[in-house]
T-cell receptor, first 112, second 115 residues
Framework: EDQVTQSPEALRLQEGESSSLNCSYT??????LFWYRQDPGKGPEFLFT???AGEEKEKERLKATLTKKESFLHITAPKPEDSATYLC?????????????FGEGTQLTVNP | DTAVSQTPKYLVTQMGNDKSIKCEQN?????MYWYKQDSKKFLKIMFS???????INETVPNRFSPKSPDKAHLNLHINSLELGDSAVYFC??????????????FGAGTRLSVL
């Protein structure tokens, strides 16, 4: 069974204090690893997809990396508007189709 | 222009009632999903339809029945609501695999409260 574990559960940073969120996964053949951002009262918003170990993607202050066992979401010089819950999900190759298996998320708070 | 829209946004009802949640997407996608997010924010897939055909059916009580009249709509009907059904339900859609690599786009959610 596919599993995704995210750590930490919650992270509080000062504005400008860089850090990383972790996503560890086990999957029977990775089709893709997805990062989403979720604001309170809203649906998950797509950030990145990574497909193979060594791949990196960047968007503004966010950078996602992937190894064979985990992914990191690096946040450089965060701002208060980066406060949100960050969700990691995996999609397995094979008959499971397009199902996404999500982790429980990391709730990030950036204080001004 | 809302890409994936769900109605209603909030639903408060009594135990034992039957209710429906509607979902529509205007992205031209051919696959749609229902997810349930519990109080711990854990998102879990319930169903998936591709071109009106059921392709994923997780271990969900028979009281939950999805219906897809066309590939732009996926509705969720729930019979005999129970307290444990209280959660936020999200609809999502994705293009055929190979186009934007099967990224799923989510609606804003329907918060269901069963009293």
């Amino acid at each position: 069974e596919d599993q995704v574990t995210q750590s930490p559960e919650a992270l509080r940073l000062q504005e400008g204090e860089s850090s990383s969120l972790n996503c560890s996964y086990t999957v029977s053949g990775l089709r893709g690893l997805f990062w989403y951002r979720q604001d309170p009262g809203k649906g998950p918003e797509f950030l990145f997809t990574l497909y193979s170990a060594g791949e990196e993607k960047e968007k503004e202050r966010l950078k996602a990396t992937l190894t064979k066992k985990e992914s990191f979401l690096h946040i450089t010089a965060p701002k208060p508007e980066d406060s949100a819950t960050y969700l990691c999900a995996v999609q397995a190759a094979g008959p499971s189709g397009s199902r996404l298996t999500f982790g429980e998320g990391t709730q990030l708070t950036v204080n001004p | 222009d809302t890409a994936v829209s769900q109605t209603p946004k909030y639903l408060v009802t009594q135990m034992g009632n039957d209710k429906s949640i509607k979902c529509e997407q205007n992205l031209g996608h051919d696959t749609m999903y229902w997810y349930k997010q519990d109080s711990k924010k854990f998102l879990k897939i319930m169903f998936s339809y591709n071109n009106k055909e059921l392709i994923i059916n997780e271990t969900v009580p028979n009281r939950f029945s999805p219906k897809s009249p066309d590939k732009a709509h996926l509705n969720l009907h729930i019979n005999s609501l129970e307290l444990g059904d209280s959660a936020v339900y999200f609809c999502a859609s994705s293009p055929p695999f190979g186009l934007t690599k099967n990224i799923q786009y989510f609606g804003a959610g329907t918060r269901l409260s069963v009293l």
